[in-house]
């Protein structure tokens, strides 16, 4: 079995994710998250790559535990689509849930599924009445087999559809509104969204319901030559641009202090840089504070 550097005595049991940054566990990190002096505030795992009954990840997550609060983050619940509600990834989360007792529970407002096959991509979904009746019993149906609130994160959009009718912070708003879920604001993907569509991202930080938002999210972007100037594209392969950093800035001005994860899936970089980025994230997170007080 493997084991947490703490007593098992100190494992966390308050699920509360705390107000600081935490960053993004992947595979590669396991013995850094459980054995390096350095550390974050709290850690953040796909909950899809830990639905199986044991194994070593499973392992890796109970032990990190003890020693980290948790959250759990969903990336194939397909919440847009108009495919069933796969009940057997609800079982799984749901045990998942109970196994390790995370302080948050989010997924993507996106669609990644049709007739049962998956894309590998979280698609948009389009911003009507009909949509937002669609996706608000969805939500209310996983939060009822679930037992408790989940998170809905903005997406990184390349597209808009001619027929919405909502802004995407209405559709959002109303969604939390009608259903009781919070938000998980992406500020890389609030940024890559306005620079796609012309949108005012300031605006956009205004328009979201302050009080809704749980969580905040902090990524690396590429930018695609396709088009006319190009297509910024949510990769999580890199640092968080400074561009990126001002808009999550305004963030904190606006909603105060609220946990922040950096995001970080491809070509990974030592925990140490990882942890600087937290870092970074955390300085803001004070000087949000100071300025507050």
């Avoid at 938000?183 to 569509?197: E, F, G, P, R, T």
């Amino acid at each position: 079995m493997i084991q947490s550097h703490r007593n098992p005595q100190t494992r966390y049991t308050d699920a509360a994710i705390p107000a600081c940054a935490g960053v993004g566990l992947r595979s590669q990190h396991y013995l850094d998250a459980l054995h390096s002096p350095i550390r974050t505030g709290w850690l953040e795992v796909h909950s899809e790559n830990y639905f199986g009954k044991g194994g070593a990840p499973l392992s890796y997550l109970e032990a990190i535990r003890a020693d980290y609060p948790l959250s759990l983050h969903g990336v194939g619940m397909s919440l847009g689509s108009v495919d069933e509600l796969d009940g057997r990834h609800l079982r799984q989360l749901k045990d998942l849930i109970a196994r390790i007792e995370p302080g948050l529970v989010s997924e993507h407002l996106a669609w990644s599924s049709f007739a049962g096959r998956y894309l590998n991509d979280l698609a948009p979904v389009p911003y009507t009445d009909t949509a937002l009746a669609h996706v608000a019993a969805r939500v209310s149906r996983v939060q009822d087999c679930l037992g408790r609130q989940i998170l809905l994160e903005n997406p990184s959009s390349y597209l808009e559809y001619r027929f919405s009718t909502y802004r995407e912070t209405e559709f959002l708003n109303q969604l939390a509104k009608q259903t009781g879920c919070g938000i998980l604001l992406d500020v890389n993907n609030a940024y890559l969204s306005c620079q796609n569509h012309g949108w005012d991202a300031s605006a956009y930080l205004h328009d979201i319901d302050a009080a809704r938002v749980a969580e905040i999210h902090l990524a690396g972007h590429s930018q695609n030559p396709a088009g006319e100037g190009g297509v910024l594209i949510d990769t999580h392969d890199g640092p968080v641009c400074e561009a990126v950093w001002q808009l999550y800035q305004t963030a904190i001005r606006i909603m105060g202090r609220r946990p922040t994860l950096i995001e970080w899936d491809a070509d990974l970089p030592a925990w140490r840089l990882l942890i600087d980025e937290a870092g970074r994230a955390d300085t803001y997170l004070r000087q949000g504070y100071a300025q507050a007080a």
